[in-house]
């Protein structure tokens, strides 16, 4: 079902092409029962680089190795938490992980000890039952921001349910739904970071002038993504959209939005004052309103289409969108739709994350001159 210089989302499909069977899950209520008893089992505190003290394990001393703190407690270290600790140390993980674990050991300690201020650490600690040490997933700066993502998925259960069964739910394949395997799901999640993609595929968008003249429907759905060990920021993002393919790519993807949050000291914060509102927001509205504003969008005239573009997005950018609008859509802008679409296709190709996202929102946000 091919499309007309389509824009495309390949994020999940970069997360489902490379996800493992235990990093896939089929429904939110048991990725949130899974994040609930890590977080039980987990505890942030934040220690002082010198009293990190690292060693063999016992248990492989050829290639595992035990930190130490203050406390005396020894903790083993994930593949990412080492990774970090090498960073701090100023040591290339790759080597470090190639070494005998007294060899790595010794490296690890000079690097704490001598090549840097002393300074604290903001370590993760969790407590599994199958293994005799507690685990160090993540070791951050002091004052990292930590958004737990059994918050995030207490959010989202309480929102849409289990994602398989409500309006907003794991998409299926060309617009048809579609049993959810292991294979299909568009939900992720490891010691690292975690991914949810819902689409609400029922209640589709009316849109009158879709593509070359001819009416279309479009689908709403959303990507989250967040971190609690410093890998990624947290992050949603919410867009219109034509169908998800087999491999789990988003076709002909419009309207989209993008907010990041870094995992600052009021990241926590941010999520419960801006994040969390659009979530429920998004799971409370209707696909009407939505669709009454791109109607009014696309029937509202610019007397000056160049002065419109150019005071909102300045000359030059102004002049790329009027030529790949008249590529992609094959016309002159002369709405507010169009003008929509125009800023939507040139982020796309926009190499700078920060541009791109600023240029997303300019577009979006001109939907709220004509917004019901």
Same mark, same amino acid.
């Given at each position: 079902m091919p499309l007309d210089n389509p824009s495309i989302l390949t994020a999940c499909s970069t997360q489902?092409?490379?996800?493992?069977?235990?990093?896939?899950?089929?429904?939110?209520?048991?990725? /949130?029962?899974?994040? %609930?008893?890590?977080?039980? &089992?987990?505890?942030?505190?934040?220690?002082?680089?010198?009293?990190?003290?690292?060693?063999p394990d016992p248990a492989n001393p050829r290639s595992g190795l035990l930190v130490t703190g203050q406390n005396g407690n020894a903790a083993h270290m994930s593949h990412w938490s080492l990774g970090q600790m090498a960073g701090l140390a100023g040591a290339p993980a790759g080597y470090l992980r190639k070494l005998p674990a007294p060899l790595a050991a010794d490296c690890l300690n000079y690097g704490? /000890?001598?090549?840097?201020?002393?300074?604290?650490?903001?370590?993760?600690?969790?407590?599994?039952d199958d293994l005799p040490t507690t685990e160090l997933r993540a070791a951050t700066g002091p004052n990292y921001g930590r958004i737990w993502n059994a918050d995030i998925?207490?959010?989202?259960?309480? &929102?849409?349910g289990d994602g398989r069964t409500g309006d907003f739910r794991i998409p299926g394949e060309f617009g048809r739904e579609v049993s959810v395997t292991k294979d299909n799901t568009t939900l992720?999640?490891?010691?690292?970071?975690?991914?949810v993609f819902l689409a609400d595929e029922k209640n589709r968008i009316e849109v009158p002038n879709r593509r070359n003249g001819e009416a279309g429907q479009m689908a709403r759905g959303f990507f989250v993504w967040n971190s609690e060990v410093g890998s990624k920021s947290l992050g949603i993002a919410m867009f219109l959209f034509d169908f998800v393919c087999m491999n789990?790519?988003?076709?002909?993807?419009?309207?989209?939005?993008?907010?990041?949050?870094?995992?600052?000291?009021?990241?926590?914060?941010?999520?419960?004052?801006?994040?969390?509102?659009?979530?429920?927001?998004?799971?409370?509205?209707?696909?009407?309103?939505?669709?009454?504003?791109?109607?009014?969008?696309?029937e509202r005239k610019l007397d000056?289409?160049?002065?419109?573009?150019?005071? &909102?997005?300045?000359?030059?950018?102004? /002049?790329?969108?009027?030529?790949?609008?008249?590529?992609?859509?094959?016309?002159?802008?002369?709405?507010?739709?169009?003008?929509?679409?125009?800023?939507?296709?040139?982020? &796309?190709?926009?190499?700078?994350? %920060?541009?791109?996202?600023e240029l997303e929102r300019k577009g979006g946000a001109l939907l709220d001159l004509v917004a019901v």
């Open positions: 489902w092409a490379s996800r493992p069977d235990d990093e896939r899950y089929t429904d939110l209520t048991s990725m /949130k029962t899974h994040f %609930d008893s890590l977080r039980e &089992r987990s505890m942030g505190k934040a220690v002082s680089s010198r009293a990190l003290e690292f060693a704490m /000890k001598f090549d840097r201020d002393i300074e604290d650490v903001g370590v993760l600690l969790t407590k599994h998925l207490a959010d989202l259960t309480n &929102r849409f992720y999640a490891s010691d690292r970071d975690m991914f789990r790519i988003v076709w002909g993807v419009e309207q989209y939005s993008e907010k990041r949050i870094r995992h600052t000291i009021s990241a926590p914060d941010r999520w419960a004052d801006d994040v969390a509102p659009m979530i429920e927001e998004m799971s409370m509205s209707s696909a009407k309103p939505i669709q009454d504003t791109i109607r009014a969008a696309q000056k289409v160049d002065d419109f573009l150019a005071n &909102r997005f300045g000359s030059g950018m102004a /002049k790329r969108m009027h030529m790949i609008h008249e590529i992609e859509e094959g016309r002159p802008v002369e709405t507010i739709w169009d003008a929509t679409t125009a800023a939507t296709a040139l982020a &796309r190709d926009m190499p700078n994350n %920060d541009t791109r996202v």
